[in-house]
């Protein structure tokens, strides 16, 4: 039981590459969301899926695009990076609104 | 604009004394409370959870929940030098989680 699972660990990206995030769980969740988290502030909501098939944008979704695949699997896709999405990524699932979320360890991003 | 308050510390406190961390929310309808603790580099880890007014304990760590002032805090006892951490506060709203940027505890041995 792997629990939150994402690639990559680290990345380095240019202005204006393109790269996705992957994320999955084994916990037999419903519902996954993607965070990302700056220095000196809490977890701002780019983008959740409340349940297989659904999407919604969260606070932060500009610049990003994703995609549930399954009920597994979760991914964040920047499309054409630009510094100002330099910061830590993490994924998260839980089973139902209300309930205890899960992080997977994070993906740290540097956008040059 | 719904909104999660936490003094962003840093907090010291003397080993074996009682950390006191305090949160306040904006949503008068969220339902559900938690605190995550987070080492630096690392991902957020639940300590505890909370729905009803009043107090809930759980081993060295005692969360408290007053719905009416909007307020909800998180104490822990017998503090240790691994208990140094940032402590998050997140407030559900809706289907997601509000969260608040962090209260950082350092635990002076």
């Known amino acids: 039981n792997a629990g939150v699972t994402q690639t990559p660990k680290f990345q380095v990206l240019k202005t204006g590459q393109s790269m996705t995030l992957q994320c999955a769980q084994d916990?037999?969740?419903?519902?996954m969301y993607w965070y990302r988290q700056d220095p000196g502030m809490g977890l701002r909501l780019i983008y959740y899926s409340a349940s297989e098939g659904t999407t919604d944008k969260g606070e932060v979704p500009n610049g990003y695009n994703v995609s549930r695949l399954n009920k597994r699997e979760f991914s964040l896709r920047l499309e054409s990076a630009a510094p100002s999405q330099t910061s830590v990524y993490f994924c998260?699932?839980?089973?139902?609104?209300?309930?205890?979320?899960?992080f997977g360890p994070g993906t740290r991003l540097l956008v040059l | 604009q719904k909104e999660v308050e936490q003094n962003s510390g840093p907090l010291s406190v003397p080993e074996g004394a009682i950390a006191s961390l305090n949160c306040t929310y904006s949503?008068?309808?969220?339902?559900?409370f938690f605190w995550y603790r987070q080492y630096s580099g690392k991902s957020p880890e639940l300590i505890m959870f909370i729905y009803s007014n009043g107090d809930k304990e759980d081993g060295r760590f005692t969360a408290q929940l007053n719905k009416a002032s909007q307020y909800v805090s998180l104490l822990i006892r017998d503090s240790q030098p691994s208990d140094s951490a940032t402590y998050l506060c997140a407030v559900d709203s809706n289907y997601q989680l509000i969260w608040g940027a962090g209260t950082k505890l350092i635990i002076k041995p």
């Open positions: 949503d008068r309808g969220s339902q559900s």
């Open positions: 916990m037999n969740h419903n519902s």
């Open positions: 998260a699932s839980f089973p139902r609104v209300g309930e205890t979320q899960y």
